[in-house]
């Protein structure tokens, strides 16, 4: 898509990588081939994704220089797509529950910050529309691609955009990247689910050899019910995103604490002005020191601004009583 200005910088980042070391075919080791990185603009701003991309090396094999991408990438995003899944969750909500118009739905996007076209709100009514649309069994092209693959992987998603109370619970088929079914539902019980697990299950050319979810209680009984025996796999990084969100806040409120206690640089500075000596020398290098502290921000979830200022701050801390010791100590010695 054709954009004017670039893209601010992300908001967040996280890395990515497949839950399975190993081969399903030879179960020899998946060597790390490339990585790769893309950034999705989501509700809670725009993600930058690192991608860890894996290999099976064994020329035996028949998934040998086939590519293994991380499970969870298809939980954020459309292939190739830059809005987050939970942004054309909110566009078709916003049109079918609430009947609200294109425009309408670009003012309310631009409100809640994702940065986006009229023209592209209408794109992802298009793409939301051909996902509930999305049926396996009339796809021979997708169909085909599973054949070859010889195996699912099915993930299941919920997307509660928070306007109505529908749910746009999405499965996806993990080691193609692709969607296979989209409903949007009221409700999120195991008998609301399994339906959608059986539906897919149903038509996939291929035995299931694996589900992934965030292990919602209804998700669990749903696939105990529809894939008895198949592995279910709690997806690790729904629990990140989820404690993430507390931990975030906690270290906003941290970091703001923090900055409060360290105010009054620039007068110490001011006061420094003109002064050559070594003492005023080794002020400013720890008033330079606060500053560059204050002003270096980390990336949330993963690394957390507030710990790393408090870590920065206790190191200057130290330092100077360190110094001021000896001051004290330095003229009777
Ligand atoms: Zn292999």
């Not at 094999?61 to 969750?89: H, N, T």
């Not at 746009?168 to 697990?197: F, I, K, M, N």
């Not at 209680?217 to 198949?230: D, F, Q, S, W, Y």
């Not at 990084?237 to 206690?261: G, N, P, T, V």
Request: glycine share 8%.
């Amino acid at each position: 898509m054709a954009r004017n200005q670039p893209r601010p910088e992300a908001t967040s980042e996280l890395r990515l990588e497949p839950m399975d070391n190993h081969c399903p075919i030879c179960e020899g080791k998946l060597w790390v081939a490339y990585h790769n990185a893309r950034t999705v603009a989501t509700l809670s701003g725009l993600v930058r994704l690192r991608l860890v991309i894996r290999r099976c090396v064994n020329p035996e094999c028949a998934l040998y220089q086939r590519s293994r991408r991380p499970e969870q990438e298809g939980a954020f995003a459309l292939p190739q797509g830059e809005f987050g899944l939970d942004v054309i969750a909110l566009v078709g909500a916003l049109r079918h529950a609430e009947h609200r118009s294109v425009p309408e739905i670009h003012r309310e996007l631009s409100g809640r910050g994702v940065g986006i076209s009229e023209r592209s709100v209408t794109n992802l009514l298009d793409r939301y529309e051909e996902l509930v649309a999305l049926r396996l069994s009339g796809n021979a092209g997708l169909r085909k691609r599973l054949e070859e693959q010889g195996r699912a992987v099915v993930a299941i998603d919920g997307l509660q955009p928070d306007v109505g109370h529908e749910v746009l619970w999405v499965v996806r088929e993990c080691l193609s990247g692709e969607v296979l079914l989209a409903r949007s539902l009221l409700g999120g019980t195991s008998e609301d689910l399994a339906p959608l697990l059986e539906e897919v299950a149903d038509a996939l050319p291929v035995a299931v050899e694996g589900v992934i979810s965030d292990g919602q209680h209804a998700i669990r009984k749903a696939v105990a019910r529809t894939l008895p025996g198949v592995p279910h796999q709690l997806c690790q990084f729904h629990y990140l995103r989820e404690a993430a969100k507390d931990i975030y806040e906690a270290d906003r409120h941290a970091k703001k604490e923090l900055k409060k206690r360290v105010r009054g640089v620039r007068p110490i500075e001011r006061e420094l002005e003109g002064r050559n000596d070594p003492e005023a020398e080794a002020m400013r290098g720890y008033c330079l020191a606060v500053r560059s502290a204050i002003t270096d921000d980390g990336r949330p979830p993963l690394a957390a601004s507030g710990l790393k200022l408090h870590e920065r701050l206790s190191a200057i801390h130290d330092s100077v009583e360190r110094v001021g010791k000896k001051g004290s100590e330095s003229p009777e010695s």
